[in-house]
C-alpha cells in the first residue's frame, strides 16, 4: 500500500477509535510529503534529438529464385488449365482429359521447376555457361529460357504423358522431360549414363543433363562464343555455320528481354 493511502486509513482509523490528536499530528507528514524531484522526459529537453523509434530495414537482397521464377512468368503468365485434349484444340488427341492442374497447382509446381534449375546452375560442381559476374545466375535464367521454349512449362511433358502423340508433343515420345532431352539413340542413356525416364523421375538429372550439352554446344563452336549461336547444337547438333537454324536465337532474345528489364543482381522493389 502506498504511503498516502496509508496515511488516510491511518486517520480513519484514528478519528474512530478517538484517541488524542497528537496521533493525528503525527500521521498528517505523510499526506503533504511532496515526491522527490525528477528530471524531465528526454523528449521534453531543450536540444533533444530523439533515436528513431525502430532499426533501419536492411537493405534488399537480391533472390535469384524470385529473380529466376518472376522471368518464366513474364515469359508464360499462369493460367488455369482445364483440360489439354480441348484447350490444345490438337485433333490428334482423342483423350478429352489427359492432366488438370489448376492455376495454384501450376504455380506451385513451376516453383519447384525454378528451384531444381537454380539449385543445377549454383552447384559448384557444374561449370556455369558463362564467366563474370552473376555466372550462375544468368546460367539458370539461359536454361530456363530454353525451357520455355521446349516444354513451357507444360504438365503433359513433366509427366510424360505426351508419349505416341504427333511430333510436336515431345518430338513423337522420343524427346524427355521439359528440357527435352534425347538419349543417345543407340543405348538411350545420356553422357552421364541415365535414362529418359531417369530424367523424367528427377529434374535436376534432367537440368544437368540440359546444361552439360549446352557446354558440349559450347566446346563445339567455340568460334560463335561471342553470340548466341554456340547454343545451336542445342536445337541442331551441329554449329550454326553449318546448319543456320536460327531456333535458338528465340530463346537467347527471352533471356537478353528479361535481362534488360531487370538486369541480375539487382533486387526488385519489395523483395
Sequence with gaps: MTAPRYA?????????????PNEIERALPLLI???????????FRVGYLPKPCCDEPSPRVFDVYEWALAATFY?????????FGIDSGNPYIKDKVVAQETKMMHEER?????DSMVGV???????PLFTGPYARERTALFMLAILHFESAYDLRVDLHHCAGYPKAYCDGGR??????IHPGPVYGFTAEGWTGKEL??????CFTAQLHILQQSQAMCPEDRATWKWSAPYASGQCWAKVPVDVMKTRWDAYEKWMS?????????GA
Design 8 to 20: 488516510l486509513l491511518s486517520l480513519a482509523c484514528l478519528s474512530m477509535s478517538g484517541d488524542e
Design 33 to 43: 510529503r511532496t515526491p522527490p524531484k525528477r528530471k524531465a522526459p528526454q523528449h
Design 75 to 83: 515469359w508464360r503468365p499462369s493460367y488455369h488449365l482445364k483440360a
Design 110 to 114: 513451376r516453383r519447384r521447376i525454378v
Design 121 to 127: 546452375a549454383l552447384d559448384e560442381r557444374n561449370a
Design 175 to 180: 524427346a524427355w522431360c521439359l528440357a527435352q
Design 200 to 205: 523424367q523421375a528427377d529434374r535436376r538429372k
Design 261 to 269: 528489364l531487370h538486369p541480375v543482381g539487382v533486387a526488385r522493389p
